[in-house]
């Protein structure tokens, strides 16, 4: 059973729009939230977070909003820019004690950011 | 090092031999994670260390799977007898304080293996 969800795979906007992903979790226990980027041949980088305790985190263009009652959160890329095109991968982590201090994530939602 | 070293970026290994993958994470990192990414899946969670010990091994698929960590620094990650629902791409992590809060992992670029 898949604990951090994201049910876009794939997601295309033109440049300077903006740029929405999302991700959905069920575990009522994380209250940390990451997302990260991924381009091809590469590992994971890490893009911005946000603890549970906020419902917002902004980062020049990237903006995460956290809806605890929805367990919901998105990403906002705004303008975006073709080196935004990458896969982004959702994670959620809960508390300090055993597996849910360890990062969870979701599938991915491959972006392509077109000129 | 400046960033997690995973080896060898690449293997191809035939079906039923063992492999070895390593990872060298970053100096300082007490904390450390093998995840891997299977064909259109995520990033699927492993085993992670604490230092030398591996207090949840909850995530390795099978018996088939072990992973050891020496001197609080490198790990090897031993699947024996390969088959080829082992193909993925494997990502070692690692991180200053267990669970990852504040910036979470920095990751290798990982081991691509494929069993044919």
């Known amino acids: 059973d898949q604990q951090v969800k994201q049910n876009s795979p794939s997601l295309s906007v033109q440049e300077g729009r903006i740029s929405i992903l999302n991700c959905d979790y069920t575990?009522?226990?994380?209250?940390?939230f990451l997302w990260y980027k991924k381009y091809p041949a590469e590992g994971p980088t890490f893009l911005i977070s946000?603890?549970?305790?906020?419902d917002k985190n902004e980062d020049g263009r990237f903006t995460v909003f956290l809806n605890k009652s929805a367990k919901h959160l998105s990403l906002h890329i705004v303008p975006s820019q073709p080196g935004d095109s990458a896969v982004y991968f959702c994670?959620?982590?809960?508390?300090?004690?055993?597996?849910?201090?360890?990062?969870?994530f979701g599938k991915g939602t491959k972006l392509s950011v077109k000129p | 090092g400046a960033g997690v070293s995973q080896s060898p970026s690449n293997k191809v290994t035939e079906k039923g031999k063992d492999v070895e993958l390593r990872c060298d994470p970053i100096?300082?990192?007490?904390?450390l994670y093998w995840y891997r990414q299977s064909l259109g899946q995520g990033l699927e969670f492993l085993i992670y260390?604490?230092?030398?010990?591996?207090?949840?091994k909850s995530g390795l698929p099978s018996d088939r799977f072990s992973a050891e960590r020496t001197g609080g620094s490198v790990s090897t990650l031993t699947i024996q007898r390969t088959q080829q629902e082992d193909s993925a791409v494997y990502l070692c992590?690692?991180?200053?304080?267990?669970?990852?809060?504040?910036?979470?992992?920095?990751f290798g670029s990982g081991t691509r293996l494929t069993v044919v």
């Open positions: 992590a690692s991180s200053l304080s267990w669970g990852g809060r504040g910036n979470g992992y920095t």
């Open positions: 575990n009522s226990m994380f209250d940390f």
């Open positions: 946000i603890s549970s305790i906020k």
């Open positions: 994670a959620a982590s809960g508390g300090y004690g055993g597996s849910q201090g360890n990062l969870i």
């Open positions: 100096s300082g990192h007490t904390a």
């Open positions: 260390f604490q230092g030398n010990s591996a207090p949840d």
